[in-house]
């Protein structure tokens, strides 16, 4: 290669195979290059490149190593920004080596499987066996495999099921929180998946996942994330569109089958993303006429230190991930000032003249114009000074701890204040409770804790919710309803809940998900939900096979053109707006508005008729309401109660837990847009969720890994795993394999931190300094005599016998005897 004394960079300088190069580039005077250059498939390049002295074409790192000399300062600087002087970034490193990987499936688990791939190059297949962890030989492949280093092992999937449920997640837990910059997975010997999405969390337990980027054709990119493949947009005349900037994109590059084996996919993110986690979702892979499955053989992550612009080197290890903390600062990552000094990010930590005015109270910042801030209230304090209480506290001078309110729950909405003139604490009571603490009702005939008229009376003997007849409250001998018990048909049968006049047999059956059958009424209401519009709607036809953008008006409402979808049935589609676990949606209804004309002149069609709502689950589920005809154009309302009674599955009613069903794996919502065969066109005013009254939902009492008013989510030390479509209970919570004092990702996944003093792989041995059988319970501290550390003699000690609880110290130092080292 021949490198001239100055070096002109085109938009794209084709190396074989090519470098995309960033719109700017500055080169240096001489460059050296060698004789044979190594490059990447793809190089990802910043907006601005500063290039060393000398450029030496990388051996397939390049991002590394051009970023580990960026400074807080220049990528401002590139960028538009600006920042101090003292901004500094730490070098990206790829932290996968030292990252705990774990896969919700991994095959060979259920013992030795068979799969056959298509060779490159070569005509047939060629076949082999995945074996489970209790085997020694090379046929294993876990989820630790994807990031080893080894280019001989990888990651592998089951068998997937033909047009069943493909979805499949990688985990990678990183050291400690870091900024995410680039991914790069390169799959075994199978194709890359058909459709993915790269997802992170900045916490530990993974409650707050964010989709960075979703990869996939065409359908499934609409299908899977309701999101547009990235491609030219069509313009529509006299229409405003919103924003999409804040919705991650779907690609359709990585999209080929080929190559069979070995493909690589790279994702860059211009600014970085703060993740503790990293997930890989495969959704979706390629047809094929042998096996389906997923395999990663390597996983590369680029990412460097938060140290809040006072480090530009930090240190990464399997333990975590340490800034070297300057201008004054220390932590972690450099979040406090060593001493007094007030904390900033990009700025040296400086003593304040000023006296700070947090007092205990808190600690002291300053905000960017230098007025005092206080942070990290203590005390149940909050407010720029800590100078209030947080909502459900109190205090009775300006200087006092903050109490808890203790107000009753069924009668106020839990806040306070103190009542300077009673001397006494005042909680904010609902319509219809009074009292200082909202325990009692206001009304005289009613009855606490709902503060309803009492339904029987000293004469009479039945209770009227019970019994089938209402009128026959005072017969010697109650006729209870279907699930009713009692003497008096006062109580719900065992499995049932919400004693009630105006229901037919009298209680409602538990749900709980199919896994418990006692449960008590929730007294708590529904949370009224007001769902966007915009593009989180589509129009689909009455398979929700096909779908089409509708436009937006002014006002960002979706509406269509009829012509656009000549001969649907069509209906308004998301899946955006509403989906997931929405079980506290029963006994709330739905409520939309739609606005619809027919065409000036057309008179010969007639009205359409189809349901007004369809729920979609994700297992296939599909219940439809309502079956009617309109004749009036204009403004329509359309009302659901999500209640059993007027859903459909085909031509039958659903029961309360099939419709439970769909709503605790709710995928799509669709409300109707096709009223009449002349119709012109439609727009979509409003969609909301009416929340439900109180004692309609159930508090379950569950079983053990099962949490959640109706028992909907696993607890933290078990892993979900998903049955077969159509089972009830559709899923099941597995105990991780940690003794429960830890969580886990996936059933053959690493347990997370050990809880209950406890450590090991397993969590299955105590801390040093404590003692206990972690097998069948935690750990308690040594104490040798004591537990002050001044008085505690021996570093170990240990269960006396196998059984009971007593304790001897094994390490007593010399001069000290006895089983506690008293002596």
Same mark, same amino acid.
């Given at each position: 290669?021949?490198?001239?004394?100055?070096?002109?960079?085109?938009?794209?300088?084709?190396?074989?195979?090519?470098?995309?190069?960033?719109?700017?580039?500055?080169?240096?005077?001489?460059?050296?290059?060698?004789?044979?250059?190594?490059?990447?498939?793809?190089?990802?390049?910043?907006?601005?490149?500063?290039?060393?002295?000398?450029?030496?074409?990388?051996?397939?790192?390049?991002?590394?190593?051009?970023?580990?000399?960026?400074?807080?300062?220049?990528?401002?600087?590139?960028?538009?920004?600006?920042?101090?002087?003292?901004?500094?970034?730490?070098?990206?490193?790829?932290?996968?080596?030292?990252?705990?990987?774990?896969?919700?499936?991994?095959?060979?688990?259920?013992?030795?499987?068979?799969?056959?791939?298509?060779?490159?190059?070569?005509?047939?297949?060629?076949?082999?066996?995945?074996?489970?962890?209790?085997?020694?030989?090379?046929?294993?492949?876990?989820?630790?495999?994807? $990031?080893?280093?080894?280019?001989?092992?990888?990651?592998?999937?089951?068998?997937?099921?033909?047009?069943?449920?493909?979805?499949?997640?990688?985990?990678?837990?990183?050291?400690?929180?870091?900024?995410?910059?680039?991914?790069?997975?390169?799959?075994?010997?199978?194709?890359?998946?058909?459709?993915?999405?790269?997802?992170?969390?900045?916490?530990?337990?993974?409650?707050?996942?964010?989709?960075?980027?979703?990869?996939?054709?065409?359908?499934?990119?609409?299908?899977?994330?309701?999101?547009?493949?990235?491609?030219?947009?069509?313009?529509?005349?006299?229409?405003? #569109?919103?924003?999409?900037?804040?919705?991650?994109?779907?690609?359709?590059?990585?999209?080929?089958?080929?190559?069979?084996?070995?493909?690589?996919?790279?994702?860059?993110?211009?600014?970085?993303?703060?993740?503790?986690?990293?997930?890989?979702?495969?959704?979706?892979?390629?047809?094929?006429?042998?096996?389906?499955?997923?395999?990663?053989?390597?996983?590369?992550?680029?990412?460097?230190?938060?140290?809040?612009?006072?480090?530009?080197?930090?240190?990464?290890?399997?333990?975590?991930?340490?800034?070297?903390?300057?201008?004054?600062?220390?932590?972690?990552?450099?979040?406090?000032?060593?001493?007094?000094?007030?904390?900033?990010?990009?700025?040296?930590?400086?003593?304040?003249?000023?006296?700070?005015?947090?007092?205990?109270?808190?600690?002291?910042?300053?905000?960017?114009?230098?007025?005092?801030?206080?942070?990290?209230?203590?005390?149940?304090?909050?407010?720029?000074? *800590?100078?209030?209480?947080?909502?459900?506290?109190?205090?009775?001078?300006?200087?006092?701890?903050?109490?808890?309110?203790?107000?009753?729950?069924?009668? +106020?909405?839990?806040? *306070?204040?103190?009542?300077?003139?009673?001397?006494?604490?005042?909680?904010?009571?609902? $319509?219809?409770?009074?009292?200082?603490?909202?325990?009692?009702?206001?009304?005289?005939?009613?009855?606490?804790?709902? *503060?309803?008229?009492?339904?029987?009376?000293?004469?009479?003997?039945?209770?009227?919710?019970?019994?089938?007849?209402?009128?026959?409250?005072?017969?010697?001998?109650?006729?209870?309803?279907?699930?009713?018990?009692?003497?008096?048909?006062?109580?719900?049968?065992?499995?049932?809940?919400?004693?009630?006049?105006?229901?037919?047999?009298?209680?409602?059956?538990?749900?709980?998900?199919?896994?418990?059958?006692?449960?008590?009424?929730?007294?708590?209401?529904?949370?009224?939900?007001?769902?966007?519009?915009?593009?989180?709607?589509?129009?689909?036809?009455?398979?929700?096979?096909?779908?089409?953008?509708?436009?937006?008006?002014?006002?960002?409402?979706?509406?269509?053109?009829?012509?656009?979808?000549?001969?649907?049935?069509?209906?308004?589609?998301?899946?955006?707006?509403?989906?997931?676990? #929405?079980?506290?949606?029963?006994?709330?209804?739905?409520?939309?508005?739609?606005?619809?004309?027919?065409?000036?002149?057309?008179?010969?069609?007639?009205?359409?008729?189809?349901?007004?709502?369809?729920?979609?689950?994700?297992?296939?589920?599909?219940?439809?309401?309502?079956?009617?005809?309109?004749?009036?154009?204009?403004?329509?309302?359309?009302?659901?109660?999500?209640?059993?009674?007027?859903?459909?599955?085909?031509?039958?009613?659903?029961?309360?837990?099939?419709?439970?069903?769909?709503?605790?794996?709710?995928?799509?919502?669709?409300? #109707?847009?096709?009223?009449?065969?002349?119709?012109?066109?439609? #727009?979509?005013? +409003?969609?909301?969720?009416?929340?439900?009254?109180?004692?309609?939902?159930?508090?379950?009492?569950?079983?053990?890994?099962?949490?959640?008013?109706?028992?909907?989510?696993?607890?933290?030390?078990?892993?979900?795993?998903?049955?077969?479509?159509?089972?009830?209970?559709?899923?099941?919570?597995?105990?991780?394999?940690?003794?429960?004092?830890?969580?886990?990702?996936?059933?053959?996944?690493?347990?997370?931190?050990?809880?209950?003093?406890?450590?090991?792989?397993?969590?299955?041995?105590?801390?040093?300094?404590?003692?206990?059988?972690?097998?069948?319970?935690?750990?308690?501290?040594?104490?040798?005599?004591?537990?002050?550390?001044?008085?505690?003699?021996?570093?170990?000690?240990?269960?006396?016998?196998?059984?009971?609880?007593?304790?001897?110290?094994?390490?007593?130092?010399?001069?000290?005897?006895?089983?506690?080292?008293?002596?």
């Amino acid at each position: 290669m021949y490198c001239p004394t100055t070096m002109f960079c085109p938009t794209t300088m084709f190396y074989p195979p090519p470098i995309f190069c960033p719109t700017t580039m500055f080169c240096p005077t001489t460059m050296f290059c060698p004789t044979t250059m190594f490059c990447p498939t793809t190089m990802f390049c910043p907006t601005t490149m500063f290039c060393p002295s000398t450029m030496f074409c990388p051996t397939g790192r390049a991002v590394l190593d051009r970023l580990s000399s960026t400074t807080l300062s220049e990528v401002a600087a590139a960028s538009g920004g600006s920042s101090g002087a003292s901004g500094l970034l730490p070098a990206p490193l790829d932290v996968a080596a030292f990252c705990a990987v774990s896969a919700n499936a991994t095959c060979g688990l259920l013992g030795p499987e068979e799969f056959c791939r298509e060779m490159p190059g070569k005509r047939g297949v060629v076949c082999d066996v995945c074996e489970g962890p209790e085997s020694s030989s090379s046929r294993q492949h876990p989820a630790a495999m994807a $990031a080893d280093g080894d280019p001989a092992t990888w990651w592998q999937s089951p068998v997937l099921t033909e047009g069943g449920d493909q979805h499949v997640v990688l985990v990678a837990t990183l050291p400690g929180k870091m900024e995410l910059l680039h991914v790069t997975i390169k799959s075994g010997p199978s194709p890359r998946p058909l459709a993915w999405s790269l997802e992170v969390s900045s916490t530990e337990n993974g409650d707050d996942w964010r989709m960075v980027r979703a990869f996939g054709d065409r359908d499934h990119c609409r299908k899977l994330w309701d999101l547009r493949p990235e491609r030219r947009r069509r313009k529509v005349r006299a229409v405003k #569109r919103t924003s999409r900037a804040e919705k991650p994109s779907c690609s359709t590059q990585f999209t080929s089958p080929r190559p069979l084996e070995n493909g690589e996919m790279h994702v860059s993110i211009a600014d970085g993303v703060p993740a503790r986690r990293v997930r890989v979702s495969f959704r979706a892979a390629h047809p094929s006429t042998r096996h389906q499955y997923y395999t990663v053989r390597d996983l590369t992550l680029a990412a460097r230190c938060i140290c809040h612009g006072h480090a530009d080197h930090c240190s990464v290890d399997h333990k975590g991930a340490k800034c070297s903390c300057i201008h004054g600062t220390c932590g972690a990552h450099c979040q406090r000032c060593c001493g007094a000094g007030a904390w900033r990010a990009h700025r040296a930590c400086v003593e304040r003249a000023d006296e700070c005015s947090c007092g205990e109270r808190g600690a002291c910042s300053y905000d960017d114009t230098g007025a005092i801030l206080c942070v990290n209230c203590t005390e149940n304090r909050a407010g720029p000074l *800590c100078d209030r209480c947080l909502i459900g506290y109190y205090n009775v001078l300006a200087d006092d701890p903050c109490a808890p309110c203790d107000c009753d729950p069924e009668g +106020s909405d839990g806040s *306070c204040k103190w009542d300077r003139k009673h001397h006494q604490v005042q909680c904010a009571c609902s $319509a219809g409770f009074t009292g200082a603490l909202c325990d009692r009702c206001e009304g005289e005939n009613t009855v606490f804790p709902n *503060c309803l008229v009492e339904v029987t009376t000293a004469a009479c003997k039945c209770d009227t919710r019970g019994i089938v007849d209402s009128s026959r409250a005072c017969d010697d001998v109650c006729e209870c309803k279907v699930n009713v018990i009692g003497e008096r048909c006062d109580t719900c049968a065992p499995g049932y809940f919400g004693l009630s006049s105006e229901l037919h047999d009298g209680c409602r059956p538990c749900y709980c998900s199919h896994v418990a059958s006692h449960c008590i009424a929730n007294p708590e209401a529904g949370d009224d939900v007001s769902m966007p519009l915009g593009d989180a709607w589509l129009i689909t036809d009455s398979g929700a096979a096909d779908t089409v953008e509708p436009s937006e008006d002014e006002h960002g409402k979706p509406f269509l053109i009829s012509y656009e979808v000549e001969g649907w049935e069509y209906f308004y589609f998301t899946s955006a707006a509403y989906s997931g676990e #929405r079980t506290a949606a029963y006994g709330g209804r739905l409520a939309a508005r739609v606005t619809w004309a027919i065409a000036r002149g057309d008179s010969g069609g007639s009205a359409t008729v189809m349901p007004d709502y369809v729920l979609l689950a994700n297992d296939g589920s599909r219940l439809s309401y309502g079956n009617t005809s309109y004749e009036s154009p204009g403004l329509t309302e359309l009302i659901a109660p999500l209640e059993e009674g007027g859903w459909y599955s085909g031509s039958e009613l659903v029961s309360r837990g099939q419709l439970l069903d769909v709503l605790s794996n709710l995928k799509a919502i669709m409300i #109707r847009a096709h009223f009449h065969y002349d119709q012109d066109e439609v #727009r979509l005013d +409003s969609i909301e969720l009416k929340g439900s009254p109180s004692n309609i939902r159930e508090i379950c009492t569950c079983p053990v890994g099962y949490v959640g008013a109706q028992c909907t989510a696993c607890s933290w030390t078990h892993v979900r795993l998903l049955r077969a479509p159509g089972s009830a209970p559709a899923f099941e919570c597995v105990p991780c394999a940690c003794n429960m004092h830890a969580g886990c990702e996936a059933v053959d996944g690493p347990c997370g931190p050990c809880q209950h003093n406890t450590t090991g792989p397993h969590c299955e041995r105590c801390l040093p300094g404590h003692y206990g059988n972690p097998v069948q319970g935690g750990c308690k501290p040594c104490a040798c005599p004591l537990y002050e550390s001044s008085n505690n003699f021996s570093p170990n000690c240990a269960l006396a016998s196998a059984e009971g609880d007593e304790f001897v110290c094994t390490q007593c130092p010399d001069g000290y005897t006895g089983d506690r080292c008293e002596l």
